[in-house]
């Protein structure tokens, strides 16, 4: 497994990859790698010839200066992990790099996108979520990325900037992989004690029993009854619960739309729990 540690490096291994005629498979990850990211890197390898994986801890996503600091990073164990799955090229690259001063990166308009839901919640977060993989994209150009689902909005704000810059990288959303409780699997969930950790699973339980009510009651009400239940729990903050469309992230107040995800964030022992679940499609 390759290591490139600049943007050049990188850039001449694509290029090279791609003289040789190869699909280029593109996971971007700010690392503290679980199976989760795995999954992505599978997905890259049945669909690519090459798989190129980074980890690069964005500071620009970070709105808050604490989560930041907290995030796990675990380089060493990170790495035995991509080599043991086939991964071909990992690319660590600086802050200065990525950023470099004099570099001129487009202003992307989100069309709103960055400032509902988690873009409310996270003010600047989804700006620095398209600068960066802008700037992973102008440096690789890979043929396809791979995104989780579990962020869904990120991946309707990296659908819009591929778009308004009609860049010619696939994307592809792959499924949530889950804990057996059902808690999704995520880099912060190592910050759960492990009694909370064990029991964090409600929230897709949840989810799943508003798919199942709206077959019996409007989604509406099928909503409050799943947010009333998410409430009386102890210790648990609802963020937002909202069904949306699939396409926009714009609320919907039933189900005559034909794409509709109900995406969800609590606080819950601590950290922040992010979910969502097909609704329709
Ligand atoms: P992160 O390192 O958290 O920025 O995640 C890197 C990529 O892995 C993003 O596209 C995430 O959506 C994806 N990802 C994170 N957790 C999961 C999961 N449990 N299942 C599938 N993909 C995930």
Do not use: W
């Amino acid at each position: 497994m390759m290591l490139l540690k600049t943007a050049l490096e990188a850039k001449k291994q694509v290029q090279k990859d791609k003289k040789a005629g190869f699909r280029i498979g593109l996971v971007p990850t700010m690392g503290a790698l679980h199976q989760g990211h795995i999954s992505l890197v599978q997905a890259s390898k049945e669909q690519c010839d090459r798989t190129y994986v980074s980890i690069f801890v964005n500071p620009a996503q970070f709105n808050d200066k604490k989560d930041l600091d907290a995030y796990p990073v675990d380089l060493e164990s990170d790495l035995k992990l991509l080599e043991a799955h086939g991964v071909d090229a990992v690319f660590i690259p600086t802050v200065e790099d990525i950023y470099p001063e004099d570099h001129p990166f487009p202003k992307i308009d989100l069309n709103g996108l960055d400032k509902i839901l988690e873009g409310e919640m996270r003010p600047g977060h989804f700006d620095g979520v398209a600068k960066v993989v802008y700037r992973f994209f102008e440096i690789m150009t890979p043929d396809v990325a791979f995104f989780g689902q579990k962020d869904f909005q990120q991946t309707v704000v990296i659908r819009h900037m591929t778009d308004l810059f009609n860049l010619p990288t696939e994307i592809v959303i792959c499924p949530t992989l889950r804990e057996p409780s059902g808690l999704a699997m995520s880099s912060r969930n190592i910050r759960l004690s492990e009694y909370d950790r064990s029991r964090a699973g409600f929230l897709y339980k949840t989810l799943l029993k508003l798919k199942e009510d709206i077959n019996y009651i409007a989604l509406e009400e099928a909503v409050g009854k799943a947010k009333n239940y998410l409430r009386n729990l102890p210790g648990v903050k609802i963020e937002y619960f909202a069904p949306v469309n699939g396409r926009n992230m714009e609320i919907v107040h039933d189900l005559s739309q034909d794409y509709i995800v109900c995406v969800a964030v609590i606080q819950f022992g601590g950290i922040r729990m992010l979910d969502n679940i097909v609704l329709k499609k």
